[in-house]
T-cell receptor, first 113, second 115 residues
Framework: QKEVEQDPGPLSVPEGAIVSLNCTYSNSAFQYFMWYRQYSRKGPELLMYTYSSGNKEDGRFTAQVDKSSKYISLFIRDSQPSDSATYLCAMSPIKAAGNKLTFGGGTRVLVKP | GAVVSQHPSRVICKSGTSVKIECRSL??????MFWYRQFPKQSLMLMAT?????????EQGVEKDKFLINHASLTLSTLTVTSAHPEDSSFYIC???????????FGSGTRLTVV
């Protein structure tokens, strides 16, 4: 069983819809949670970063962490075709140089005009 | 925000030759660099972690003599693929950790094709 599970998709939604993405994890030591967006043939771009449990909102993006359920989510409101990409969750137990991230497998999202 | 410049973006080389990929942190000091490999439609696979001035730590199964990593300064790390073979063809991405922000900033990736 992988440490971080993420549905590979593809997830296809019409423009303007809410995109709902999630990851589950097994390591209770994870405290730092990140969501990255990766366009084809590009490096990942950090979208959201949260520490411990709770919600965080940034523009059209909302990240949620439920540590009791070991479940994190990313919601994208008013989705646009430019949101079509692969979304990767990542997490780590501590914030320190040299500490590697554990990634989910990524969910491919397609927003249809 | 933090920017990591990775070059080249694409390279084609002949089998048996070596290829060097550079990653530079442009506006912050990268105490740690991570090198990843990514196959089509798959997630990132960590190859190695390097700290400035130290030898790199390689993940299990990664040949350190084949994938040479140098992190000689706080702004530059290089990955050299030695004696490249077609099976080394892949997308290579670096990530730099800096203490000024949360810190894991990725380069734009290098697509290596060995013919």
């Amino acid at each position: 069983q992988k440490e971080v599970e993420q549905d590979p998709g593809p997830l296809s939604v019409p423009e303007g819809a809410i995109v709902s993405l999630n990851c589950t994890y097994s390591n209770s030591a994870f405290q730092y949670f990140m969501w990255y967006r990766q366009y084809s043939r590009k490096g990942p771009e950090l979208l959201m970063y949260t520490y411990s449990s709770g919600n965080k909102e940034d523009g059209r993006f909302t990240a949620q962490v439920d540590k009791s359920s070991k479940y994190i989510s990313l919601f994208i409101r008013d989705s646009q075709p430019s949101d079509s990409a692969t979304y990767l969750c990542a997490m780590s137990p501590i914030k320190a140089a040299g500490n590697k991230l554990t990634f989910g497998g990524g969910t491919r999202v397609l927003v249809k005009p | 925000g933090a920017v990591v410049s990775q070059h080249p973006s694409r390279v084609i080389c002949k089998s048996g030759t070596s290829v060097k990929i550079e990653c530079r942190s442009l506006d912050f000091q990268a105490t740690t660099m991570f090198w990843y490999r990514q196959f089509p439609k798959q997630s990132l696979m960590l190859m190695a972690t390097s700290n400035e001035g130290s030898k790199a730590t390689y993940e299990q199964g990664v040949e350190k003599d084949k994938f040479l990593i140098n992190h000689a300064s706080l702004t530059l790390s290089t990955l050299t693929v030695t004696s490249a073979h077609p099976e080394d063809s892949s997308f290579y991405i670096c990530s730099a950790y800096g203490t000024e922000s949360y810190g894991y900033t990725f380069g734009s990736g290098t697509r290596l094709t060995v013919v």
